[in-house]
Nanobody
């Protein structure tokens, strides 16, 4: 069974940092890609950052480039999202998701709330 569990959210002041973790189980990283998404109240869900299972391919949304860093620890079966210089506009529920090869993101965690105060 594929499972993803996010942690690390919280309340932080603007300019602060948080590190989100996505613990995964039930699959081999080599065959999957992992993405971080977020959804703010009243807004559509958006992709934040993506990483291939090998860690070789990484992409970021323009809104977070230079501030967020995605990484993967194969030994711990965990994907991280380091978020620096947070802004109030980053406030959202953050989700990690997995997709098998060229399929869609079918596997999702329960989400973790990130709130950035001004």
């Amino acid at each position: 069974e594929v499972r993803l569990e996010e942690s690390g959210g919280g309340l932080v002041q603007a300019g602060g940092s948080l590190r989100l973790s996505c613990a995964v189980s039930g699959f081999i990283f080599d065959n999957y890609a992992i993405g971080w998404f977020r959804q703010a109240p009243g807004k559509e869900r958006e992709g934040v950052s993506f990483i291939s299972g090998s860690g070789d391919t990484i992409t970021y949304a323009d809104s977070v480039k230079g501030r967020f860093t995605i990484s993967i620890d194969h030994a711990k079966n965990t994907v991280y999202l380091q978020m620096n210089n947070l802004k109030p506009g980053d406030t959202a529920v953050y989700y990690c998701a997995a997709k098998y090869r060229m399929s869609t993101y079918d596997y999702w965690g329960q989400g973790t709330q990130v709130t950035v105060s001004s």
